[in-house]
């Protein structure tokens, strides 16, 4: 992730980070991305059964029964693990992870584990009764997908209505004063919605919100061609810095994140260059405690049947499955030559990339989206395609040492 609000609007110094000592267990949620130890936050998919049908779903959901999800006493002995591994945030998703009777249970086991819960759903089941549940569960955040306001989300979601719906649920957890954000998913089909995005946000008073770059998986796979082209990358980047500036001047602290595709670091820190040096230094030092991508180090995922993914994208290689090994052991396992190959990916982007092999931010980036580079170039380790920054800006021809 990459915090807009608190590297191009200041909310986050790089001194936050270190007064906590950069561990894990003991940094708050918003700064956990600058852990020095880099335990992972587990994303589980507890189910694939999903109400909606939405165009660029990694998981291929339906609406339909599943076999072979992990029961509810797995769930526990996975969170059992996660525990004591040290993993700070369970992520439940789906699917549509409040179709599973059993969240709330083992939301409330994963707290009683000393877990941060949190959930990322669709939010269209969530009416007044099932907001009151989980105000109960003490989740830390609730993160409601939107792809765009009314007819474009539902377009995207596949059902209408869905947009209503959605936001009815966001209500109903802000009501119970449970913290609340949205999650979007940016392709050529929804970028004309972000300023109508940001006036919701000023309108509802919601908190926080994530912009996912679109990662070709699952049904995303079939949208290559709808991912924004650089210029219109650089473009979105600069409206959404500009869009949370100005909720800034206004005193509405909105927390601005995007998601999955870390040259958006450098870009925040080219852009500050030319408007206030002194900052552009202060976010070079987060950027650095940042680390880039995190897939197979900080961020991993736990299919619904089990499988062990190196992030919830990554669905067509798994590292084992729950019910057989502990996740522990299995992300610890660099038997496997594509989880050692993440945990320490220099040298293979560097034998194969082009871009990435000769670009000064491969340290600050760690080589952004691998499973991006794969699905167009059959290669883990070629270079990410949806990286827009220039041969100029990322350092073709500079003479560095290393």
């Known amino acids: 992730m990459i915090g807009i609000s608190k590297l191009y609007c200041g909310t986050v110094e790089p001194s936050d980070a270190l007064r906590y000592g950069r561990d894990s267990a003991t940094l708050p949620s918003h700064l956990l991305q600058f852990s020095k130890d880099k335990k992972p936050v ?7 059964r999903c109400n909606l049908h939405c165009v660029h779903c990694y998981a291929q959901s339906r609406d339909i029964e599943y076999a072979d999800e992990l029961t509810t006493q797995q769930g526990k002995e996975l969170i059992d693990d996660l525990a004591e591994f040290g993993s700070p945030v369970i992520l439940f998703s789906g699917g549509e992870p409040i ?22 759903t669709n939010g ?7 907001a009151r549940v989980l105000k109960e ?22 059902m209408p209505g869905a947009y209503d719906a959605a936001l009815n649920g966001l209500r109903n957890c802000r009501n119970e004063g449970i913290k609340v954000g949205l999650r979007f998913t940016i392709n050529k089909r929804n970028v004309k919605d972000i300023p109508a995005i940001f006036d919701l946000i000023e309108t509802e008073n919601i908190p926080r919100i994530c912009f996912y770059h679109l990662v070709y998986a699952g049904r995303g796979s079939k949208l290559i061609e709808e991912d924004l082209t650089h210029e219109e990358s650089r473009r979105t980047l600069d409206l959404i810095m500009d869009r949370t500036n100005a909720l800034h001047e206004k005193k509405m602290m909105v927390e601005v994140l995007t998601v999955d595709n870390h040259c958006d670091g450098p870009y925040i820190y080219l852009r500050l260059l030319k408007e206030d040096p002194k900052r552009a230094a202060e976010v070079y030092e987060l950027l650095k405690m940042n680390e880039g991508n995190s897939s197979g180090i900080g961020i991993g995922c736990v299919s619904w049947d089990g499988a062990v993914y190196a992030d919830q994208f990554w669905r067509h290689y798994s590292f084992g499955n729950v019910k057989q090994k502990k996740f522990s052991e299995i992300w610890t396992d ?13 040298p293979a982007i560097k034998a194969n990339a082009d871009r990435c092999a000769k670009c000064k931010w491969l340290d600050v980036c760690n080589g952004n ?20 920054l220039t041969k100029e800006e990322i350092g073709y021809g500079e003479v560095r040492s290393g």
């Open 124 to 130: 269209t089941l969530i009416d007044e009764k099932m």
């Open 137 to 158: 569960i003490g989740l830390s955040y609730v993160g409601i997908s939107l792809d765009g306001v009314r007819e474009t989300n539902d377009t995207f979601r596949g």
């Open 369 to 388: 989206f691998r499973v991006r580079a794969e699905a167009v170039y059959d290669n883990v380790w070629a270079d990410d395609p949806a990286c827009y």
């Open 42 to 48: 587990v994303v589980w998919n507890m189910g694939r």
């Open 334 to 346: 660099l038997s496997d030559e594509l989880m050692a190959g993440l945990k320490d990916r220099k």
């Open 99 to 120: 179709m599973r009777k059993d969240l709330p249970e083992l939301a409330l086991y994963a707290k009683s584990k000393g877990m941060r819960a949190v959930i990322s």
